[in-house]
């Protein structure tokens, strides 16, 4: 079983020719709207590929929270231990997204910046009695902080996603057992260059010696991922399957829930990267955040094409 502790992130999308300047009204040229937030894709890509899977997390007594209640019951997550903050709103993001691409995006965190350490202990037995806990930094640190030392505690196998960066308390770093962070991440967290292959196994080995992890799990984009397990003793550069992408958000959260449905179904770690670098690729094929992950028959395909 997989629990997963995150953010819950409504974006409402704008498209426009140019940015507008201060004080102007620019017209736009198109709107979407997609159910996001870490938490979400990694429980809905856990979920899809056959974990039984629980999110703990906050929400607002609004329509976006009741959104996410129906998004993620059809995908058989369970929902019963999200908190729905009575004040306070589902957190919202609004990206202003440019023809060549490049975006500009305001998130405004809302319910997910009021879950407390209670909140959290409230879950404690979901979080105990999952086989392994995924967590990134998008929640405020000290809900995270408590799930990582409950699961990790109980002997549940948690799984770090460092998104967004920034400096991480090593006491929080002792509870985490694999770490998978992406280039950016990666680079922010060693200095090192990730765009330098001969560099990414000195990445994941730093950042395994300097947190004491159980494996380091380093994802390349386009280039697939670098898996380093300490207690096998063996490291493997796992290739990018070469699929058509039209838009990479969410492929590592599709990557991470996968990894983590397949390691609480008992699967090694390399098979669990394999298999989870074949989400992430299809992920990438599909538009939108918590709805472009794959289910596992597909992800199983790609990996035996
Ligand atoms: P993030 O979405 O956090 O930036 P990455 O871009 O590293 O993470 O993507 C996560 C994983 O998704 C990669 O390790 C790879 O397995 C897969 N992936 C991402 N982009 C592509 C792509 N263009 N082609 C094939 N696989 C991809």
């Not at 997609?34 to 929400?59: D, W």
Request: net charge negative; proline share 4%; aromatic share 4%.
């Amino acid at each position: 079983d997989v629990c997963v502790l995150g953010s819950f992130m409504k974006d409402l999308v704008a498209s426009a020719e140019r940015r507008p300047l201060p004080g102007e009204t620019l017209h736009g040229t198109g709107f979407a709207e997609f159910l996001g937030g870490k938490g979400v894709n990694q429980a809905i890509a856990a979920a899809r590929m056959g974990a039984r899977t629980a999110i703990v997390g906050t929400i607002g007594e609004d329509r976006y929270g009741e959104e996410f209640l129906e998004l993620l019951s059809s995908n058989g997550v369970d929902t019963s231990w999200i908190v729905r903050h009575p004040s306070l709103g589902t957190g919202v993001g609004l990206p202003l997204v440019l023809p060549d691409g490049g975006n500009s995006i305001i998130i405004v965190s809302r319910a997910n910046a009021a879950i407390t350490t209670a909140d959290v202990e409230a879950a404690a037995d979901v979080l105990t009695a999952s086989k392994v806990l995924s967590v990134q930094l998008e929640l405020p640190v000290d809900a995270s902080h408590t799930a990582l030392r409950l699961a990790s505690t109980a002997g549940v196998t948690t799984i770090l996603t460092p998104a967004p960066v920034g400096p991480v308390d090593p006491s929080l770093a002792s509870y985490v057992d694999i770490l998978v962070p992406n280039e950016v991440e990666a680079a922010a967290l060693t200095g090192l260059d990730c765009n330098d292959e001969s560099q990414v196994p000195m990445i994941a080995r730093e950042l395994a010696e300097d947190w004491d992890l159980r494996a380091c799990v380093v994802t390349l984009g386009a280039r697939g991922a670098f898996v380093l397990d300490r207690i096998g003793g063996f490291e493997e550069r796992i290739a990018a399957h070469d699929v058509d992408t039209v838009d990479t958000v969410g492929a590592g959260d599709a990557f991470c829930g996968s990894l983590a449905a397949s390691l609480a179904d008992g699967a090694g770690l390399v098979d669990a990267v394999r298999l989870a670098n074949a989400a992430g690729a299809l992920s990438t094929t599909v538009n939108g955040a918590a709805d472009s992950a794959p289910d596992r028959v597909a992800a199983a395909a790609l990996l035996t094409s």
